[in-house]
């Protein structure tokens, strides 16, 4: 079966630096997507990788190794609005999106 | 601008009841989506449309029907809701289906049924 695993949740500090880690099995991969979620709100794109390598996206990046099905989403500087749910995706050969259960990532001051 | 409009946001239902989830979008999106999300468990698909007069059954269908009759309307039906399809439901479109552009979201509408 198709598995995408994310730690359900994680707690950091604020102005401090958070790797979310995920680890996928698929049937193919054409993709994969990082999404933020605030409680009670629409999930939003924050990051899409299809090579291997790290995506820097201002105080975000997003890493890709295909090889050992893993992924992981950087956030730097952390602030207080960085506190949402944090969805990996992975588009599969017939181009559907699995999701992992999301990451719900806590800061504190 | 709006992109994606769901409605009702919030709904509780009798079990049996006939419901309607309304979803437009003005993006001019070709493709829609239809997902459920209930806690501890990823997003999980209902059903999809590739382009307006087209629909396809995703991961958990059963219990839902779908039709896509203009570009930018997308209803979902629970015929008679049963106390499983309490959920959020999430309707999302991208500019064409099968590709790997991004997702845009509508706000959501939870849904409890009794």
């Known amino acids: 079966g198709q598995n995408i695993d994310q730690p359900t949740e994680m707690t950091a500090t604020e102005g401090a630096i958070v790797q979310i880690n995920c680890t996928y099995q698929?049937?193919?991969?054409?993709?994969l997507f990082w999404y933020q979620q605030h409680a009670g709100e629409a999930p939003t794109f924050l990051s899409y990788?299809?090579l291997d390598g790290l995506e820097e996206k201002g105080r975000f990046s997003s890493f890709l190794s295909r090889s050992k099905g893993y992924s992981y989403l950087l956030l730097k500087e952390l602030q207080m609005k960085d506190s949402a749910s944090y969805l990996c995706?992975?588009?599969?050969?017939?181009?559907?999106?699995?999701w992992g259960a999301g990451t719900k990532l806590i800061i504190k001051p | 601008i709006a992109g994606i409009t769901q409605a009702p946001t919030s709904q509780i239902l009798a079990a049996g009841r006939r419901m309607t989830l309304r979803c437009t979008q003005d993006?001019?999106?070709?493709?829609m989506y239809w997902y459920r999300q209930d806690l501890g468990l990823g997003l999980r698909l209902i059903h999809y449309?590739?382009?307006?007069?087209?629909?396809g059954k995703g991961e958990v269908p059963d219990g839902y029907s779908v039709s896509r009759a203009n570009t930018d309307d997308f209803p979902l039906t629970l015929a008679s809701a049963v106390p499983s399809q309490t959920s959020v439901y999430f309707c999302?479109?991208?500019?064409?289906?099968?590709?790997?552009?991004?997702?845009?979201f509508g706000e959501g509408s939870r849904l409890t049924v009794l």
């Open positions: 995706a992975v588009m599969d050969s017939n181009y559907q999106l699995i």
């Open positions: 990788n299809v």
């Open positions: 999302a479109s991208s500019e064409s289906g099968g590709d790997t552009g991004e997702l845009f």
């Open positions: 993006m001019r999106h070709n493709a």
């Open positions: 449309s590739n382009t307006a007069g087209t629909t």
């Open positions: 698929t049937s193919g991969f054409n993709g």
